[in-house]
């Protein structure tokens, strides 16, 4: 019954912005913490982003702090993830993810994969001149 999918990913040149979404049903966003994990060829996958419940706060990735920023619309049931001044190295599969439990705070230096029991089918970022 829960599901999240995520859109807006696509191809742009480096420097451009790019926002995607992750439109969750089958439970109540305001509630979990959620996060944006990517995933590049060859690479493990890795958290970006993170939005904490039910306060809100968010945090980043040491690579992508200061050109991303994540939110949520409760009554939307949708999280976002703004990019902007993207780079190559940016390109990745992204991925919204929730975890089986609510108000479970994660910190983004900690946070794995495996703490996230739902996941969507992944939206493609390519960064290339």
């Known amino acids: 019954q829960v599901q999240l999918v995520e859109s807006g990913g696509g191809l742009v040149q480096p420097g451009e912005s790019l926002r995607l979404s992750c439109a969750a049903s089958?439970?109540?966003?305001?509630?979990?913490?959620i996060a944006w994990f990517r995933q590049a060829p060859g690479k493990e996958r890795e958290a970006v982003s993170v939005i904490n419940a039910p306060d809100g706060s968010t945090q980043y990735a040491a690579s992508v702090k200061g050109r991303f920023t994540i939110s949520r619309d409760n009554a939307k049931s949708t999280i976002y993830l703004q990019m902007n001044s993207l780079k190559p190295e940016d390109t990745a599969v992204y991925y919204c993810?929730?975890?089986?439990?609510?108000?479970?705070?994660?910190?983004?230096?900690?946070?794995?994969?495996?703490?996230?029991?739902?996941w969507g089918q992944g939206t493609q970022v390519t960064v290339s001149s």
């Open positions: 089958g439970f109540t966003v305001a509630y979990y913490t």
């Open positions: 993810a929730a975890p089986a439990a609510p108000r479970v705070p994660f910190q983004i230096a900690t946070m794995t994969a495996r703490d996230y029991n739902y």
